[in-house]
């Protein structure tokens, strides 16, 4: 079966420090992948996706590269504001497209 | 243009007890999923409608049901509840079933159930 991993938060940074998240999965068949965000009361948006290997999505700053030999999709962001305090969850799709696998989402923290 | 709405925003309901969740679609979205979401953990699939049949669905038991209006709207229906039923219950909706797996499902702001 499809599944995600990602790495355990919270993380917290320091305002414009450099974050990366990381994500690994394992998939039957070839997934699209996807990064969500989810701010404290809401539901999730989507931040970001690439549906084949070596896509890279970007988003608000946010970037991530579509690895099939590494089976990974790392969030990036190169100067982190306060404001992107928020959990952020990896996930993937496979075959009819509709049925998302997430992670366990990692929290991020982000200190003046 | 409104999003994907749900109500009701809270709820709380005592073991045993059945509740409905309601869900409209994004504008143009004809295609319904519901997911639940424990807290801590990221969401999981419980099914999908569209053409108002329960197309797909993920390992919830049967005490988990829907339903789809031909306004695309949904309902999520759970009998029996138990404690384990708490949690932020998910809509989400995208254009049709086909388009390939790149489609984005936007969601709704969920609604929080808690059992008693």
């Known amino acids: 079966g499809n599944s995600v991993t990602q790495m355990e938060g919270p993380v917290t940074l320091s305002e414009e420090a450099f974050l990366t998240i990381n994500c690994t999965y394992t998939a039957t068949g070839y997934p699209s992948l996807f990064w969500y965000v989810q701010y404290p009361g809401e539901g999730l948006q989507l931040l970001l996706k690439a549906t084949k290997a070596d896509d890279k999505g970007s988003n608000k700053g946010f970037e991530a590269t579509y690895r099939k030999e590494t089976t990974s999709f790392h969030l990036e962001k190169g100067s982190v504001q306060v404001s992107d305090s928020a959990v952020y969850f990896c996930?993937?799709?496979?075959?009819?497209?509709?049925?998302?696998?997430f992670g366990t989402g990692t929290q991020l923290k982000v200190e003046l | 243009d409104a999003g994907v709405t749900q109500s009701p925003t809270h709820l709380i309901k005592t073991r045993g007890q059945q509740v409905t969740l309601r869900c409209s679609p994004k504008?143009?979205?004809?295609?319904v999923s519901w997911y639940q979401q424990a807290l801590g953990q990221g969401p999981q699939f419980i099914f999908q409608?569209?053409?108002?049949?329960?197309?797909q669905r993920g390992n919830f038991p049967d005490r988990f049901s829907g339903h789809q209006f031909p306004n695309y709207s949904s309902e999520l229906n759970v009998n029996a509840l138990l404690l384990g039923d708490s949690a932020l219950y998910l809509c989400?909706?995208?254009?049709?079933?086909?388009?390939?797996?790149?489609?984005?499902?936007?969601f709704g702001p969920g609604t929080r159930l808690t059992v008693t």
């Open positions: 996930a993937l799709v496979t075959g009819g497209g509709n049925k998302l696998t």
């Open positions: 989400a909706s995208r254009p049709g079933l086909a388009g390939g797996p790149g489609y984005e499902q936007y």
């Open positions: 409608y569209y053409e108002e049949e329960e197309r």
């Open positions: 504008s143009g979205h004809d295609t």
